[in-house]
Every structure is written in structure tokens, then in C-alpha cells.
């Protein structure tokens, strides 16, 4: 493969993954929110927005309707329009986008942040689940949201107990200090039936959980 050749793949690459990041903002906020439940990618979300530590919903289903919209958005007009190359190289782009993203989702809600960039991820992540689940729909990066005007400051946030991450608590239950001026835990942490039903009609409603 020539210089210019390699240079073109690695620019569609990046292309693939600014498509993707695109993607991720108009997927969640359109097809996960908008649709509130109708449809399947919609109903899983939503459901893991029920019951967020507990329910990360169904990966491999997930990495499948990925790869088929990008087959569709990208492999196959490529691969007729402009070639192979052209076609798998953005194609790549977009399924590495999606993986990087899986991946820092997973663990903002797994894993407490090692760095700057892992507590604005859960910061803006956590506002988008506790605060406001319309706002702050990029996860990887608030840029989309930023310029669709559903960004929002964080703030400090109140999450309720039963669905803190397990990275936030210490052993008595209590916000570990390297959190606290950012979050604080309300309510209790064993839920109920009648709180599990509630928690999944706000969610289904794109309405933020409470606390009980």
C-alpha cells in the first residue's frame, strides 16, 4: 500500500470515528429517549435507565444493530460508490467508535475515575441519569450536545441510594471524600417492588428517578 493510499484509510478511520461520535449523540437522544420505549433499542435503554448499576442492557444485541446501521450508513455505499478500501476503512472507524465508547460507559458505571477526563465523563454521564435523562446525551463527548443546546452543567448531583455505583460508597455506605463535592446519596438503599415500578414508569417517561 502507498503513503498516499495509507493516508487515505487512516483519514476515513478518523472519519469513521467522528461519524460515530455523531452517531452516539443522535441515537441516544432520538432513538433511546425520543422514542420513549417503542422499539426495542429503545425499550433496553430505557430499562437500564430503570435500574442503572444492575442492567448495562444486552451487548451483543448492541454490537449487532451497531453494526448493521454502520453496514448500511457506511460499508455498503462505500464498498459500490468508492471502493473497498473506502468502504471498511470508515466502517472500522465507526465500529472502533462504538467499542470506545461501550467501554468508557461500562466503566463510568463499574470503575470509580483515574483522571480528569474519566470524572467529567461521569460527571456529565451521572447529570444525564440523576439530573435530567433529555440533556447530556453524549457520553464519549459533550460536543454534540453543546452545539444542539442539551448540554448542562452537572452540578452536584443526588443519586439515589439504591443506584449508586458501588465506586462512590465506601463500606459504611457514605460518599467516599474524593466524591463528595460532587454527589450525594439519598434514600434507601434496598428497593422495593413498588419503587422498582416507579423507577421504571419515570424512566420510560424520560423523567429523572427519585428517591424512597
Aim: charged residues 15%; aromatic residues 10%; glycine residues 10%.
Amino acid at each position: 500500500m502507498s503513503f498516499s493510499n495509507s493516508a487515505l484509510a487512516i483519514a476515513l478511520l478518523l472519519a469513521g470515528l467522528v461519524a460515530w461520535s455523531f452517531g452516539e449523540y443522535v441515537l441516544h437522544r432520538f432513538v433511546m429517549h425520543e422514542m420513549r420505549g417503542r422499539g426495542m433499542p429503545s425499550r433496553e435503554h430505557l430499562v437500564h435507565h430503570a435500574d442503572p448499576e444492575r442492567n448495562i442492557g444486552r451487548p451483543v444485541l448492541s454490537w449487532i444493530g451497531i453494526a448493521v446501521v454502520g453496514a448500511v450508513l457506511f460499508l455498503a455505499p462505500g464498498l459500490f460508490l468508492l471502493g473497498p478500501s473506502t468502504g471498511w476503512a470508515t466502517y472500522a472507524g465507526w465500529l472502533l467508535g462504538y467499542g470506545i465508547y461501550q467501554q468508557i460507559h461500562n466503566r463510568a458505571h463499574s470503575h470509580g475515575p483515574r483522571t480528569a477526563y474519566g470524572v467529567c465523563v461521569r460527571r456529565n454521564h451521572f447529570f444525564h441519569h440523576h439530573g435530567h435523562p433529555m440533556l447530556n446525551h453524549g457520553v464519549t463527548s459533550p460536543v454534540w450536545d453543546k452545539v444542539f443546546g442539551t448540554y448542562a452543567e452537572a452540578g452536584r448531583l443526588r443519586i439515589p441510594r439504591r443506584h449508586a455505583p458501588n465506586w462512590l460508597l465506601d463500606g459504611d455506605g457514605k460518599v467516599r471524600p474524593e466524591h463528595a463535592a460532587y454527589y450525594e446519596v439519598v434514600g434507601s438503599a434496598d428497593p422495593s417492588d413498588r419503587m422498582a415500578a416507579i423507577d421504571r414508569a419515570r424512566a420510560f417517561a424520560n423523567l429523572t428517578l427519585v428517591a424512597g
